[in-house]
């Protein structure tokens, strides 16, 4: 059993770099059986590809980063603005658990009160403020991909890729937050003041008029706070989970996949990482949604105020919305890639000169 659970130990994606260094490479030479000629066999190469691809543009070019960006726009404009009704319910239990007491009874009452068109409100806001985002999380995520990777070196880059991930998707996030938390600010308001505003056209210049600039970016800080985490976990448990399942669970290499394969791969890494998403990011979903809602509340007096227990709420219905959402993003993001044919590297490999370094080659 013990030796099982080291196994585990030693197979588990996030392990620190050294650790997994033997993990992906020495291990794999000194216990692979013996080929053909009597030498061990090498580890199979994710990087070759069977059939040479024709790509659109260039990794890293102008183009490469704006047509992420669209991917960005269009994954995650739509599938928030699919999920409204279920984020309405969320947002009304996290205000008023009271009234709100769990999912059903929340879709219910709103039902009851606001009939199905009721289900919809926010989707405006949501759609401009998600688009929006998208760009800068996806598009600005590749940016500085890139940009950390140059600065790291090619070998620095494979044994902190775990840590580039989460710089780089902490960078993106930062202005991605920026972009959305307008539009936030107004859908929190729609959706959970009763009366308040209806359309995005009422509750903008109502905002305006009643606090100033300050209405739509005083809930920027807890936006980070929720986000910037979320966002992390989300880009650096999938990029970590479609190697763990190319290398553990897929059976047989990337370049050996169809693209659908590979899309169910991305599905089902999108939501591993969506679940742990919004575990971590919920507390600070609930301040904003709280804090949006009322005047002259500050993020730590909300944050007492509900308690270990209130920042909770509403909890299951998040994890089913961003498991869904997040693999969904990752789905349709990696699609618009397949379609405009660009460059989609690989799970990363030791580079050679690490290998020769290492004593991994002959």
């Known amino acids: 059993m013990f030796s099982s659970v080291a196994h585990l130990a030693r197979a588990n994606p996030f392990n620190t770099p050294h650790l997994q260094l033997v993990h992906d490479g020495l291990g794999d030479l000194r216990s692979s059986p013996p080929g053909p000629t009597g030498q061990p066999r090498r580890p199979r190469n994710l990087a070759a590809a069977a059939v040479e691809e024709q790509y659109s543009c260039d990794y890293g070019s102008g ?14 404009g739509t599938t928030h603005t699919a999920l409204v009704p279920l984020d309405l319910v969320k947002c009304r239990m996290q205000v008023d658990p009271q009234k709100y007491k769990g999912i059903f009874n929340g879709f219910s009452v709103t039902l009851k009160e606001d009939g199905v068109r009721g289900l919809a409100k926010g989707w405006a806001p949501t759609f401009l403020g998600y688009s929006m985002q998208g760009l800068c999380k996806f598009g600005f995520y590749e ?25 780089a998707s902490a960078s993106a996030e930062f202005f991605a937050d920026i972009a959305l938390a307008p539009m936030e600010a107004a859908k929190v308001r729609i959706q959970t ?12 210049p109502k905002m305006y008029k009643e606090e100033g600039l300050k209405a739509f970016y005083k809930g920027v800080a807890p936006l980070w706070m929720r986000q910037i985490p979320y966002t992390m976990m989300k880009f650096a448990c999938f990029e970590r989970t479609v190697e763990a399942l190319y290398k ?15 899309l169910v791969v991305t599905f089902v890494a999108g939501y591993i990482a969506g679940v742990f998403c919004a575990i971590v990011s919920h507390p600070a979903d609930s301040v904003v949604s709280v804090l949006n809602k009322e005047k002259g509340s500050s993020a ?18 998040r994890i089913i919305m961003i498991g869904t959402l997040t693999a969904l993003q990752w789905f349709i993001y990696d699609s618009v890639k397949v379609y405009f044919r660009l460059p989609r590297p690989p799970p990363p490999e030791m580079p050679e000169s690490l290998k020769k370094k290492l004593g991994l080659t002959q």
């Open 63 to 76: 183009r490469f980063f704006i047509l992420c960006g669209l991917g960005g726009i269009i994954s995650c």
């Open 143 to 167: 940016v500085f991909k890139v940009l950390y990777s140059n600065m790291l070196g090619e070998e620095n880059t494979y044994l902190w890729r775990t840590s580039l991930y989460l710089a």
């Open 193 to 204: 003041q009763p009366g308040y505003a209806n359309t995005l056209r009422d509750a903008a």
């Open 248 to 262: 553990f669970v897929v059976p047989k290499p990337r370049s050996e996949c169809s693209k659908p394969e590979q």
């Open 300 to 317: 730590s007096q909300v944050l007492k105020r509900l308690g270990f227990k209130g920042v909770w709420k509403g909890l299951f219905a």
